[in-house]
Nanobody
Framework: EVRLVESGGGTVQAGGSLRLSCAAS????????IGWFRRAPGPEGEGIAL????????HYANSVKGRFTISRDNAKNTVYLQMNSLKPEDTAVYYC?????????WGKGTLVTVSS
């Protein structure tokens, strides 16, 4: 069974930092691209960061560029999202997503709340 488990969410004041983790099991982790998505109250979610399985290259949404950093440790089957300079508009449930060759897996999310 494939599992993705996010952790590290919580409540932080604006300007603060959090580091999210996504621990994976049941898949060949190193072969999967990993993305972080978030969904705030409202109809749409947002893809915010992506790290490649091929070369570790990273991509960010403009809304988080320069503040968030995605990284991966294939030995630990874990992806991280370091979030700095948090803003109230970063408040959302954050999900990790592993995808490769048509396979697509999601975690259940972790809530981040940024107070002003």
């Amino acid at each position: 069974e494939v599992r993705l488990v996010e952790s590290g969410g919580g409540t932080v004041q604006a300007g603060g930092s959090l580091r999210l983790s996504c621990a994976a099991s049941g898949l060949s982790f190193a072969e999967y691209d990993i993305g972080w998505f978030r969904r705030a109250p409202g109809p749409e979610g947002e893809g915010i960061a992506l790290i490649s399985s091929v070369d570790g290259s990273t991509h960010y949404a403009n809304s988080v560029k320069g503040r968030f950093t995605i990284s991966r440790d294939n030995a630990k089957n874990t992806v991280y999202l370091q979030m700095n300079s948090l803003k109230p508009e970063d408040t959302a449930v954050y999900y990790c997503n592993a995808f490769s060759n048509g396979m697509d897996y999601w975690g259940k999310g972790t809530l981040v709340t940024v107070s002003s």
